[in-house]
């Protein structure tokens, strides 16, 4: 059975395209399309509380990764509105990549935890290291720190993920980050309650073991970025 599988897409407007336009499109006709396939779980969308760039994500769940690749969802692009033709005409970065997640999960979501209303704050995390130390990075997220995070007040959710696919990007930025080639390997994503817990001690701890910092320094790539929901959408 294919392991569930994650649509990640960090995106920027650019000088070319207005924020209003390019909300209104994603949220009501680009994301009800692809909502409209059944084994689209969720998406979520997100925008940067941090100073980095790009300044969007969305997060598609999907059954598997397989999704994409069989008709509708692969019928889409063939059958793109003039519209959305337009805004991929204009748009500075619609980047794209897709993952296959780890499983079992270390820590079940927090108690209450419902998948229609994920976050609303998000840390996703893209890991990158040495073959050799592949498997010493996939016992410290499932021995340590993964348990450790689920013990901050706020922690809500935790999943881990590994690359399968990037491409292709979109807009005039593509192919600058095409160029940049693959993307790191591994990628986190956390959800919380709210930035609050960045100040715990627990945070604070789960952020700065031996083992944690071992990892760090040992690491090619560990790329860190905080965002803020702005809606989400599920399966009726």
């Known amino acids: 059975m294919s392991p569930q599988g994650l649509l990640f897409v960090p995106s920027e407007v650019g000088p070319n395209l207005s924020e209003a336009e390019f909300n209104d499109w994603y949220d009501n006709e680009h994301v009800p399309l692809r909502m409209a396939i059944p084994s689209i779980h969720t998406t979520s969308r997100w925008v940067a509380v941090d100073d980095k760039r790009p300044f ?54 927090a108690a209450g935890y419902d998948q229609r209303a994920p976050g609303p704050v998000l840390i996703t995390m893209e890991i990158e290291v040495r073959p050799e130390l592949e498997d010493e990075l996939n016992r410290w997220y499932r021995e340590e720190h993964i348990e450790l995070l689920a013990k901050v007040p706020g922690w809500r ?23 940049k ?56």
């Open 157 to 179: 959710r935790t999943r881990r993920f590994v690359l399968r696919e990037t491409g292709p990007a979109k807009g005039s930025d593509a192919a600058e980050v095409t160029a």
């Open 181 to 236: 080639g693959k993307k790191p390997k591994y990628l986190a994503v956390h959800e919380w309650e709210s930035m609050a817990s960045f100040e715990t001690a627990e945070f604070k701890h789960a952020t700065s073991t031996s083992w944690r910092m071992k990892m760090f320094e040992s690491a090619d790539t560990w790329h860190g970025r905080t965002y803020k929901l702005t809606r989400a959408w599920t399966q009726e």
């Open 56 to 109: 969007h994500l969305a997060l598609y769940d999907l059954e598997s990764c397989e999704v994409l690749k069989q008709p509708p969802y692969s019928t889409l692009a063939s059958t793109a509105s003039e519209r959305e033709r337009d805004v991929f005409r204009r748009v500075q970065l619609l980047d794209r990549r897709t993952y296959d997640r780890i499983e079992p999960e270390v820590v079940p979501p």
